[in-house]
């Protein structure tokens, strides 16, 4: 099928047109607008509450929307297109998954979150353990968003400023830092989740847009099926595949799932800023129908890319350029602006969010700790400096990160499985069952670490590597990440039995068997058809990708 937008493959695509330029415009004014309207507020400025958590007084569709666009970050504009573009949609089975880790986390885990009182997750496991665990997961979890989330976001701000604008990558990267950091800093949550809800139409639409364009010019879904490669379109792959094995899918990645969606201080402080338990609920859930779309919002996009490259119609230099050379290659001058804007407001969405997150752990579980007298208005003075400090170091560990995967979702997905398990186990099981406690809680958190840190320090030096610890940093990270969580669960739980229980006073409403059963409330029907719906959509996504 000709086609009307995509120039010669030799052309360079990185120049936006002033149409473009406009819509990029009229995109920073309405961001910076909204955040300056939350930033004025005193109270965001003086209160704690205010900053790091809103004021505990959000709705469903703030809480969902905010969810959905703060993972919504590089990971997937770059790295899912690229998966997409090299591998097919198998990696979709990371987004699919997600919906139903979503039910896990607002029927399970909420109650006891909002309950509890708590600010954060690490404040949480001190209360279920004992402080040495809340230390320990402050500290892993600053340490995880360096490596990971900061790092990663800032690098794929380079890439579409590189790809599209023609601007060198640092300089890009460091206009995504500094364009997210300015509001992040001065508004707190309230400005991160305001500007969320307005990143999420923006994303949605662009994405969207380029699907539908990148079909037509390839010549609809039968061209599509017809130009992938063998399993491209298939989301369940032989337990022997490299990356994404079924086996790997059902083990490793719902570990992966529940510590991300369900632990991690980045995604629950959103719920933890709901006004009551079933606002938080339903924004879970108004969550998990979003996390359908990514399937067919960015991961086609990468399928569209290679059909278009195996047709010469545009050159694909490494698979993460994907979705910045197909929308410099399909798209007309202003509506480029648009779809440039939904990437950059998925990086900035992302960036703010981990910013706030990451620094209200350094506030509450390091800072605090030290200083327990400390104001209200110092408090937010140190979430202010943690922030710009913690982009100075993630700026100098992205050189390094290709050395663990040339693919940026990858990557991501890979160091998480080396620290989730343990954190998974301990909180999973210290829910479900009253007996385990500290020191077995440790024990699985430290022998957990131990491990994690071994694959990764072995998987940087591969090359020299033979025997029993090649097979060790090698082995598919999805499968590692469950031969991990069932290590630590066998620590928590040996040295739970080995040593005193905890006392019942203790875990009050902290487990199951410790708690009051709540009174149902007057929307949980609706809550729960709702979840059946998404569960729905679920299997009907399996069905279409079944290959």
Not at 364 to 382: E, G, H, N, Q, T
Request: charged content about 10%; overall charge neutral; some cysteine.
């Amino acid at each position: 099928m000709g086609s009307r937008f995509i120039p010669n493959p030799e052309v360079p695509m990185n120049t936006l047109a002033l149409l473009d330029w406009i819509v990029l415009s009229l995109y920073f004014v309405l961001v910076f607008g909204v955040a300056w309207w939350f930033t004025r507020r005193e109270h965001v400025r003086d209160s704690s509450t205010g900053y790091f958590l809103a004021g505990r007084n959000m709705g469903w569709f703030v809480i969902g929307a905010s969810l959905f666009a703060s993972n919504i970050g590089s990971e997937h504009l770059v790295g899912l297109a690229g998966a997409g573009a090299a591998r097919g949609v198998a990696v979709g089975q990371f987004e699919v998954l997600a919906s139903l880790i979503l039910l896990l986390l607002g029927w399970v885990f909420v109650p006891f979150y909002l309950r509890s009182g708590v600010t954060t997750m690490p404040e949480f496991l001190e209360r279920r353990y004992s402080p040495a665990a809340r230390w320990y997961l402050a500290v892993i979890s600053v340490i995880g968003y360096v490596l990971t989330k900061i790092s990663v976001t800032i690098a794929a701000g380079g890439i579409v400023f590189g790809a599209l604008m023609g601007l060198d990558f640092w300089v890009g990267a460091l206009i995504v830092v500094a364009a997210t950091g300015i509001y992040t800093v001065m508004g707190g949550l309230r400005a991160v989740l305001a500007t969320d809800v307005l990143q999420l139409f923006v994303l949605v639409l662009g994405s969207a847009t380029v699907t539908i364009i990148g079909l037509n010019e390839l010549g609809g879904v039968s061209e599509m099926k017809n130009l992938a490669g063998d399993g491209f379109m298939s989301m369940w792959l032989p337990m022997s595949d490299p990356d994404f094995p079924w086996t790997g899918i059902l083990l490793g990645a719902p570990i992966l799932g529940v510590w991300y969606w369900c632990t991690d201080q980045f995604i629950v402080q959103r719920v933890l800023a709901a006004r009551n338990i079933d606002q938080a609920r339903g924004g879970t859930i108004f969550a998990g129908f979003l996390k359908l779309l990514p399937v067919f919002l960015f991961v086609i996009p990468g399928v569209i890319a290679h059909g278009l490259a195996q047709q010469g119609r545009i050159n694909l230099e490494t698979p993460d350029q994907a979705l910045p050379t197909l929308v410099g290659a399909l798209l007309p001058a202003g509506l480029r602006g648009l779809v440039v804007a939904g990437l950059l407001a998925a990086l900035m969405s992302s960036l703010s969010s981990v910013f706030n997150s990451c620094s209200t752990l350094v506030t509450f579980d390091i800072y605090r700790k030290l200083r327990p007298d400390a104001s209200d208005r110092k408090l937010v003075l140190v979430g202010q400096i943690t922030t710009l400090l913690l982009v100075a170091v993630a700026l100098l560990w992205i050189p390094f990160m290709k050395r663990i995967s040339g693919q940026l979702y990858q990557y991501l997905q890979s160091v998480q499985a080396y620290i989730s398990p343990p954190i998974a186990a301990v909180f999973l099981l210290g829910l479900f069952w009253s007996r385990v406690n500290a020191r077995g809680a440790m024990a699985a958190l430290w022998g957990g670490f131990v491990l994690g840190t071994a694959r990764l320090v072995l998987e940087l030096n591969v090359d020299s590597l033979s025997g029993a610890l090649h097979a060790y940093a090698t082995m598919n990270f999805l499968h590692f990440a469950a031969f991990l969580f069932a290590i630590c669960v066998v620590l928590l739980v040996v040295v739970s039995l080995a040593t005193a229980a905890p006392s019942r006073e203790q875990l009050a409403g902290l487990t199951y068997a410790t708690s009051e059963p709540g009174e149902p409330s007057r929307h949980q029907n609706l809550l729960v058809g709702l979840s059946l719906v998404v569960v729905a959509g679920v299997a009907m996504t399996w069905l279409m990708f079944r290959g």
